[in-house]
């Protein structure tokens, strides 16, 4: 799913890296032990049931920077778990051109356009080395009749997924430079958050490029806003380090409730 995205509002357990559950890109790590369970499943699942979607599941080794997971066109068979890493989206316009349509962090499930015309519409590329869990579609529809707490929870996925399109399009059609960059600088806050991880302080994984190209902007004008944005003691820059100065100014450039996390 998109940026502007959320999986799950369940909590999740922990990801520091003293946690005993640290998957990484270790294939051998199971859903139950995954630090991103409580992100990528259900809260409510029983621990037999978690054994029963795991037993379905298929880790492969980890993608590789610039690697695809599935290209556009691909024949529709799983969707995908990002367990480490960060993969984009991107779908090609009838002149060629190259449409990033959205950047997928740990926890988040992808894959979903395949669904409708049983081919993926967009292509997933990794943008460093990620870990991903696949899920075959057919045996998650038989395992989904079994458990209706899983298939309710990958309804959810589905309309959180049609959501952030509809929340995009109002960003590209409506919306300021400033304001279509700080919205995406607190998605990733927001996403982290859900993670536990920091809120304020965070590696951007994606480049300047893929910013404006998914925003609608040129690189330029993504140097240039977050430039802004630092001389105004908004966020501190170095590179791709990023560290939130000032949240509620930042929420009031998004038009973002104030107290909205």
């Known amino acids: ?9 369940s909590t999740l357990a922990t990801d520091k890296t003293s946690s005993g559950k640290q998957c990484h890109h270790n294939p051998l790590v199971s859903c139950g032990d995954c630090r991103l369970n409580a992100i ?12 029963k979607l795991n037993n379905i599941i298929q880790r492969g080794r980890p993608l590789q920077k610039g690697e695809y997971l599935y290209r556009s066109g691909d024949t529709f068979q799983s969707v995908y778990a990002v367990r480490s890493g960060t993969v984009k989206a991107v779908n090609i316009t009838n002149d060629g051109q190259e449409q990033v349509t959205g950047f997928y962090l740990p926890g988040e499930v992808l894959g979903m356009d395949g669904i409708a015309q049983n081919h993926y ?127 509620a100014g930042l929420k009031k450039i998004a038009n973002v409730e104030p107290d909205c996390q």
């Open 1 to 9: 799913m998109s940026d502007t995205t959320v999986t799950s509002s």
């Open 40 to 51: 990528c499943l259900p809260i409510s699942l029983h621990i037999d049931d978690i054994d």
């Open 121 to 247: 519409t967009n292509s997933a590329i990794a943008l460093e080395t990620s870990a991903v869990c696949e899920i075959p579609f057919s045996r998650l529809e038989g395992l989904s009749l079994q458990l209706p707490t899983l298939q309710r929870h990958f309804f959810q996925l589905m309309s959180r997924e049609i959501t952030s399109d509809q929340q995009l399009i109002t960003l590209l059609s409506k919306n300021s430079a400033d304001e279509r960059i700080t919205s995406l600088l607190l998605s990733i806050s927001t996403r982290n958050h859900h993670r536990q991880l920091s809120a304020t302080s965070f590696r951007l994984p994606m480049s300047r490029s893929d910013m404006g190209n998914y925003l609608g902007l040129t690189i330029e004008t993504v140097s240039r806003v977050l430039s802004r944005l630092q001389k105004n003691n908004l966020i501190a820059v170095d590179k791709k380090e990023i560290h939130i100065l000032d949240m």
